[in-house]
């Protein structure tokens, strides 16, 4: 099971994903920090 931020390196790209409130409308947010402005949610990681 995932914990709420996990980070992990796809194609040399580092990948963080954050577990969303049920405030914020549930699910996870995917961030590209290398890539300004690459983020993307959805209901699973």
Sequence with gaps: MMTSKETFNL???SVTL???SEEDGGGWL????????CISDGETP
């Design 11 to 13: 194609a040399g790209y």
């Design 18 to 20: 954050t577990r969303l």
């Design 30 to 37: 995917a961030e590209v920090p290398e890539l300004t402005g």
